[in-house]
């Protein structure tokens, strides 16, 4: 690897023009990645609820529709607006009372269940359809045509609304989170280094390798909203590290040979060992995410781990190359080190060993409880800011209407009238079912069907299908909500099995159901992994079994604190938080048993050697931490959108907590431990003469 590092060295001002020419395809990738706001497209296509979306589209030519409520306005003028709605591109059609009969015609002749369904004291309600999905480009760009047609008297509610609220706020937001996470962890580098230009060299060169990632992402074609907004701050967090380790070795090789470059490329071949080895726990941490069957787990971790990789490339090319081409200027802007020794809080900390064993012994059954018992939501749009015209429509919705969602059935043509009648009469008995609508509503079931409009009946109904409505008072992703799915389900199911209950609702109880599946596997992956990572480096029995219980603990500490604060958390923090904060952090552990090994392997005593590898790490630790930290916490901060806050709040908590964690319950282990590490580990020994 020497070898490599001498090229490196010799062709740095090359590296440097190709790793500034590399962002403009980068820059392409990256305008051309498509981005998805729609987190429900991520569950399982083979699920009922899946194909059901894909026969609305197939059969009905319809992916996506919105409740659109009007108030205060003259019939003659809904039915203007109606108009207008219509002429908007990929408006297949709107679904209004006036649809069936004129609007001329007396309420008292309209059948009364249809027209309750649409109308309510303050105003009227008409169904908006869609010619594609929730989340498709042209169903947002509706949607926010519409809302300019519609003025401040209409509110557009349904899970388009909320997925373009979410396009429209991250687009706002994602470039702040970029520069509150550099402005941070600049801040904490010029603390931590000796020279003002270092941390600077430092971002650009983490910037490079962000840039690089996010522009191959244009291989996959798309990816998460969600995973494009952490992507920057978490390559940062996790990354800084690598080049921290470059300059450190440097500096020691700088002493030892008299050419700059010889000295650089015996660091680039230290770094490159020790950065891979390291690197691989938190590439195995991300990875662990893509047997989720929820994808975006797949997405996160894919694009996570790529980023990673990438760092460590950067790492040994990039960085380098602009550490020679500017040691002139480094050296000029050297100055005292702001952080002074850490030697006499590292001899307290070992030396009152006994106490934080008992700290960690008192903590760990709340810390197990807290973890067990946080509670988890499911419902997307409880993620945004209750001041966006989509919450702000949906709770109009609610209290015009008392109804918070609709539910859709495709009814397998081949059932009579009477049963249909007698279908949708049970599930009108249903708890928390306000009314359910199908084509005999529209016309009362003493009328034959041939009455119907065919505008209607081409509307509502398929070669293959017929869709009908059912209005529920619960909330999605509400345990009364997945009850009376179940209990409509079953309904359903009984009059035709080839029938389905699927939308949004139905949608959100398959993304809970399915997530908690992916909870499990995904810690259990991500453990087993990490594992034997540690197992195959220190060639040890006992070694992972204390580093993973370490950090699982920092961990259970981390996740049971929401719970303790009455917080509830969106599902997708409890699912990722796990694997990243493990694979991001169980570094540090590794880092400092790394020493203890080295010292007890050169004859140190017990006390002596975990004193020693104290003292070496703990400057390391708390930089590696401090800059997570600083990373994630300004976003965590800054961002109004739940699932991407609540991830970097318990990322930047994490980071704190496995960091004293480490420092403070690691050599107690150790202490209490090394009889046993000693024994049942290689390399701990001195060699035998």
Excluded at 232 to 250: E, H, K
Excluded at 355 to 384: C, E, R
């Amino acid at each position: 690897m020497v070898k490599v590092g001498k090229k490196i060295v010799k062709y740095r001002v090359v590296i440097l023009i190709l790793s500034v020419l590399l962002l403009i395809p980068s820059a392409m990738g990256y305008f051309g990645t498509r981005i998805n706001y729609d987190v429900l497209t991520y569950l399982p296509e083979n699920i009922e609820t899946m194909k059901g979306q894909d026969i609305m589209v197939n059969d009905f030519g319809t992916g996506a529709f919105s409740m659109l409520i009007v108030d205060g306005m003259e019939d003659k003028d809904v039915a203007k607006l109606k108009e207008k709605v219509e002429d908007v591109d990929h408006v297949t059609k709107v679904l209004w009372y006036d649809s069936v009969s004129d609007i001329s015609i007396p309420e008292s002749m309209l059948p009364d269940k249809f027209y309750k369904a649409f109308n309510s004291e303050t105003g009227t309600m008409m169904a908006v359809f869609f010619d594609e999905s929730t989340s498709a480009d042209s169903t947002m760009d509706a949607i926010t045509q519409i809302r300019k047609i519609a003025g401040k008297q209409c509110f557009i509610s349904g899970m388009s609304g909320v997925v373009t609220d979410i396009k429209n706020l991250a687009l706002e937001e994602m470039p702040i989170y970029v520069v509150i996470a550099a402005c941070l962890s600049l801040l904490v580098l010029l603390l931590a280094m000796d020279s003002l230009v270092i941390p600077v060299l430092f971002l650009l060169s983490v910037g490079l390798a962000v840039v690089y990632n996010l522009g191959t992402n244009i291989f996959f074609g798309e990816v998460c909203y969600i995973t494009k907004s952490l992507t920057a701050v978490l390559q940062l967090g996790v990354t800084m590290d690598y080049s921290i380790f470059l300059l450190n070795s440097f500096e020691n090789y700088k002493k030892k040979y008299d050419s700059k470059d010889r000295a650089m490329a015996h660091a680039i071949a230290d770094t490159f060992k020790s950065v891979a080895g390291s690197s691989v726990t938190t590439i195995a941490g991300f990875l662990a995410l893509c047997v989720m069957t929820f994808a975006l787990g797949r997405d996160m971790g894919i694009v996570m781990a790529k980023g990673v990789v990438i760092g460590v490339i950067c790492c040994i090319t990039t960085l380098p190359a602009m550490i020679l081409v500017f040691d002139g200027v480094i050296e000029k802007t050297k100055h005292k080190p702001l952080v002074k020794s850490l030697d006499k809080a590292s001899g307290f900390i070992t030396k009152h060993y006994k106490v934080w064993l008992l700290v960690f012994l008192v903590m760990l059954y709340p810390a197990v409880y807290g973890n067990n018992h946080t509670q988890i939501y499911y419902n997307i749009d409880k993620s945004l800011p209750a001041t966006l015209d989509s919450n702000v429509s949906n709770e109009k919705l609610k209290e015009d209407f008392d109804m918070s969602t609709v539910h859709m059935i495709l009814l397998k043509n081949g059932m009579d009238s009477k049963e249909k009648t007698q279908m949708l009469d049970q599930i009108d008995k249903v708890d928390g079912v306000k009314w359910s609508l199908g084509m005999n509503s529209l016309i009362g079931p003493t009328f034959p069907e041939s009455m119907i409009p065919s505008n209607i009946k081409k509307m509502l109904q398929s070669d293959n299908y017929e869709v009908q409505f059912v209005c529920s008072e619960y909330s999605s992703a509400t345990d009364e909500c997945n009850a009376q799915l179940d209990a409509i389900q079953k309904i359903v199911k009984k009059y035709s099995p080839e029938s389905m209950v699927i939308g949004e609702a139905p949608l959100m109880k398959d993304l809970q159901d399915t997530t908690n599946v992916d909870l499990q596997r995904v810690n259990i992956l991500s453990m087993a992994a990490i594992f034997l990572i540690i197992l195959f480096v220190f060639k040890s029995i006992s070694l992972p079994f204390i580093l993973l219980f370490v950090i699982e603990f920092a961990i259970f500490v981390n996740m049971a604190i929401p719970y303790y604060q009455g917080v509830t958390l969106p599902f997708v923090a409890s699912i990722v938080i796990g694997a990243i904060q493990l694979g991001a952090t169980v570094d540090y552990a590794i880092l400092m048993t790394s020493n203890y090994q080295k010292q007890r392997h050169l004859g140190k005593t017990k006390k002596d050697s975990i004193s020693i590898a104290h003292k070496f790490s703990m400057k390391s630790i708390i930089v590696s931490g401090c800059s997570f930290f600083a990373a994630t916490f300004g976003v965590a901060l800054y961002s109004r959108v739940d699932m991407i806050g609540a991830i970097c709040t318990l990322l930047a908590r994490g980071a704190v907590i496995s960091t004293i964690v480490v420092l403070l319950v690691l050599p107690a282990m150790f202490m209490v431990f090394d009889p046993i590490i000693v024994h049942t580990s290689k390399g701990f020994l001195p060699d035998k003469k």
